[in-house]
């Protein structure tokens, strides 16, 4: 039962441009959101979070929206950098579970030059 | 800070062997994790824990043994290797509220064969 998930194993871009990453889930129980960016041969990154009393959170290139009544949040980049070539896993987090974190498969980006 | 750390980056094991996957933080973390990502996976949680001397089951603990005996320190033990627990294993610490960014380890990469 894969309660998070990315349906785009791959996403390519031209720099620039803006990149939309995709995330469904399935548990009304989750109540925050994450996106983690993993480089190879290395852990995951914290990128960005939100809330489920938010629809939209910003960090600079980074935009994470909500729509709850989807169950659907989506990650955008914009402008998208070659830096940004990585996979990005979506997680969620349930409120009665603590801190534990349930993933996605993750989304490889690619930003082509 | 060196963060998480965790050893060996690599290891082949033979089928039936055991082996202790290295894990430490030096945040003073309450909570650590165990998590396993199997190509195209998402990441899945294994065991985790909430401090020193309590540990718990996460979604595919079978196969693994924890403990927890400092704070810093999160050992992750596998007593008879399968060839299913061939994946990439990653250690993760927060402090633990449910908004807090899980930092992770580099990864050990397991082969069984």
């Known amino acids: 039962d894969q309660q998070v998930k990315q349906n785009s194993p791959s996403l390519s871009v031209q720099e620039g441009r803006i990149s939309i990453l995709n995330c469904d889930y399935t548990?009304?129980?989750?109540?925050?959101f994450l996106w983690y960016k993993k480089y190879p041969a290395e852990g995951p990154t914290f990128l960005i979070s939100?809330?489920?009393?938010?629809d939209k959170n910003e960090d600079g290139r980074f935009t994470v929206f909500l729509n709850k009544s989807a169950k659907h949040l989506s990650l955008h980049i914009v402008p998208s950098q070659p830096g940004d070539s990585a996979v990005y896993f979506c997680?969620?987090?349930?409120?009665?579970?603590?801190?534990?974190?349930?993933f996605g498969e993750g989304t490889q980006l690619t930003v082509n030059p | 800070n060196a963060g998480v750390t965790q050893t060996p980056k690599f290891r082949i094991l033979k089928i039936g062997q055991s082996m202790t996957l290295q894990c430490a933080q030096d945040?003073?973390?309450?909570?650590m994790y165990w998590y396993r990502q199997d190509p195209g996976m998402g990441l899945k949680l294994i065991y985790y824990s909430v401090g020193a001397g309590i540990t718990d089951k996460g979604e595919v603990p079978n196969g693994y043994n924890v403990s927890r005996s400092t704070t810093e320190d999160f050992p992750l033990r596998l007593e008879l290797a399968a060839p299913s627990q061939t994946s990439v294993y990653f250690c993760?610490?927060?402090?633990?509220?449910?908004?807090?960014?899980?930092?992770f380890g580099p990864g050990t990469r397991l082969t069984v064969l």
């Open positions: 997680a969620a987090r349930e409120e009665t579970s603590g801190s534990r974190l349930t």
């Open positions: 548990n009304s129980m989750f109540d925050y």
């Open positions: 993760a610490s927060s402090l633990g509220r449910i908004e807090d960014t899980q930092y």
């Open positions: 945040m003073n973390h309450n909570y």
């Open positions: 939100i809330s489920s009393i938010k």
